[in-house]
């Protein structure tokens, strides 16, 4: 904006000044020269005066004044004015007395005690272009400031930050109100009133106690502070302890010129996102998407995870992967990863009754693990024998030694389906609990079959169990619990309140399809308790000796007929682990599930080979081997 000076005026007291007045009255001697603004109109607003004393010419001193109101005038028809003597930048001091060489902005620095002095009316007082004008005009000129009239939307006080709002007006800055920072304001603004308001580039001055070199933040209150919160804005640097040079800091990264570049959470600078492209290669675009419309987090270990063309599953894999092994599983244990079993997965339904009389199974019951997540209802493949008319009713229930304990595990955790209602062929079929519920993740607990009424050896139920996954038995109750005849998994759909990551030991005789087709992780790394996080070695070499034994150096070993050992005879399939280093170590070798292709999981990332990372919603999958879709394992 234009600033209004004059080139000369000069007047004379109307009254004596004293050293602690805080306005100047003085009459016009000349009606050309005077404060009036011959071409802007108006009077000038602000500026310096310089006083001689009538009795002692000798005596001078300059003041800053801030404002100027007209007086009237005095006999002769001359002008006479009120000038309001600026306040320094403290706040406090009266700029009087100021520097010879006096930079031209109200920095106390400018006042010099020593210079002050008291005048007698009719001392001469002059106006003119002098060094603090042309010092200040240069460093504006330097500096690149910016001042701008702009109309205050509320009531502004002086220095506080502000934001340029949709109507053209400016407010106190708010990151949810009014989060578009326009400037500093240079002096108070009425509501409805037009004031001076520093911008981008320029110096905002008359601040205290800032530390020099260290960025500047807007405060939702409009305040100007450099302790950084969730609601602060950067808007610049300290230039020195009264003084901040306003700059545009944006809130997102939008062009970048190298191929190194980084995002830095300015309310605290130890978390940054560096990004790395110097080993894209040119003309080919690394993209990150995500589809949906609700929230999605993605949470990466403390370790490196490279997502290439040739991907594959770290050396040493950790992550949520539960063992749901009974009784836990031996350091060095092969294993692989399992599937939740869910109604789709058919392959040899077997009858588990339920209800019939003593000698009989008079209820049934399958482990499971506490996911941590809430729960409503689950799925079973359920049909009837005869006509019941009582209820099929469902228990979780928590385990004691091994064994469903008879105490529920939570009030809710209980649910009927009507007899009538089922078939006398399986149906996958709704269990609604009484209410919502959670298991506490990693800890087992029991889903048992019964009946609300009594039991028959003719109407009675079945539940289904099969073939596809033997990691739990289930157990039948009698007189008292024991192994069911059928040592198979419940015919089930996994509910959220079901831990679904199963860990499970490798064996080529039982399940065989389960072998061939998923294929072994590799060996636990420590010995593991029941529904406790383990890792696996994978592809690495792997001390196996406390569960397999001494090893023979040199020897090839293949995964066995026996559960979660391995043998230097292949199993039934012929599935290759590795080979002995000496008695205790294994150098296991590439397996199948290292060449998985698989292309139906959403947009994130299209893997080529197993051991890739997709996200799948909210949740992502580690590819295990290229047979089969649903051969992915959370991690």
Do not use: C
């Amino acid at each position: 904006m234009a600033i209004n000076k004059v080139n000369f005026g000069e007047f004379h007291l109307n009254t004596a000044l004293t050293t602690t007045d805080t306005t100047v009255k003085i009459t016009a001697d000349n009606a050309t020269y005077s404060l009036a603004l011959q071409r802007a109109g108006g009077n000038l607003g602000a500026g310096r005066i310089t006083l001689i004393d009538l009795e002692d010419v000798d005596k001078k001193e300059v003041i800053s004044f801030s404002s100027v109101a007209a007086d009237g005038t005095d006999s002769l028809s001359r002008n006479k004015y009120v000038l309001t003597i600026e306040t320094a930048d403290d706040a406090a001091t009266l700029m009087r007395g100021l520097a010879n060489d006096d930079d031209g902005t109200n920095s106390v620095n400018n006042v010099i005690a020593g210079n002050k002095s008291a005048f007698v009316r009719n001392s001469t007082a002059r106006i003119a272009w002098d060094v603090a004008e042309m010092n200040l005009q240069d460093d504006l000129f330097e500096s690149g400031t910016t001042v701008i009239s702009k109309t205050a939307g509320e009531t502004i006080a002086i220095r506080e930050a502000l934001s340029l709002h949709t109507d053209g007006k400016v407010y106190l800055y708010h990151n949810v109100n009014y989060p578009n920072f326009f400037g500093i304001a240079d002096e108070a603004i009425a509501s409805g009133a037009a004031g001076n308001v520093t911008t981008f580039g320029g110096l905002s001055t008359g601040h205290t106690g800032l530390t020099v070199g260290t960025l500047v933040y807007a405060e939702n209150t409009g305040a100007v502070t450099q302790t950084p919160s969730a609601t602060t804005k950067a808007i610049g640097n300290a230039e020195s302890a009264t003084s901040i040079r306003l700059t545009l800091i944006p809130d997102t990264v939008s062009t970048f010129t190298d191929d190194q570049f980084g995002v830095q959470n300015l309310a605290d600078t130890t978390k940054t996102l560096d990004v790395d492209l110097s080993g894209n290669t040119t003309g080919v675009d690394t993209t990150l998407a995500f589809t949906g419309t609700v929230d999605q987090t993605i949470t990466f270990p403390d370790g490196d995870i490279t997502l290439a063309t040739t991907a594959q599953i770290p050396t040493t894999t950790t992550g949520s992967i539960r063992n749901m092994v009974d009784g836990g599983a031996t350091a060095g244990t092969i294993v692989y990863i399992d599937q939740a079993a869910t109604y789709a997965q058919v392959d040899t339904i077997s009858d588990l009754p339920f209800g019939k009389i003593s000698a009989s199974p008079v209820e049934q019951a399958f482990p499971v693990v506490g996911s941590g997540a809430s729960m409503s209802s689950m799925k079973l493949a359920l049909k009837k024998a005869g006509t019941p008319t009582d209820n099929a009713r469902f228990r979780i229930e928590t385990d004691s030694a091994g064994e469903p304990s008879g105490t529920l595990a939570d009030a809710n955790a209980t649910g009927d389906v009507a007899g009538g209602g089922l078939s006398t062929s399986y149906a996958d079929t709704t269990i609604t609990f009484a209410g919502a519920f959670t298991l506490t993740a990693g800890t087992k607990y029991w889903v048992v079959h019964t009946r609300s009424g009594s039991q028959n050896n003719t109407n009675f139920f079945y539940a289904g169990a099969y073939k596809k996954h033997s990691i739990f038995a289930y157990k039948a109750f009698t007189s008292s619990w024991g192994a069911s005849s059928i040592n198979y998994t419940a015919y089930w759909s996994a509910a959220a309140g079901f831990e679904t990551s199963v860990l499970a030991p490798t064996n080529a005789v039982a399940p065989a399809t389960i072998i061939s087709a998923i294929n072994y992780l590799g060996p636990v790394e420590t010995t593991v308790a029941f529904g406790a996080v383990t890792t696996v070695v994978v592809s690495a070499l792997a001390d196996v000796s406390a569960k397999q034994g001494a090893l023979t150096p040199g020897a090839s070993y293949y995964l066995s007929d026996t559960a979660g050992e391995i043998s230097t005879t292949a199993g039934t399939i012929t599935v290759p682990v590795g080979t002995a280093v000496d008695a205790s170590y294994l150098q296991q070798r590439p397996t199948t599930n290292m060449f998985a292709v698989y292309t139906n999981i959403n947009n994130l990332y299209i893997p080529r080979n197993a051991g890739d990372i997709v996200v799948n919603g909210t949740t992502a999958y580690v590819a295990l081997d290229n047979t089969a879709t649903s051969d992915w394992t959370t991690t």
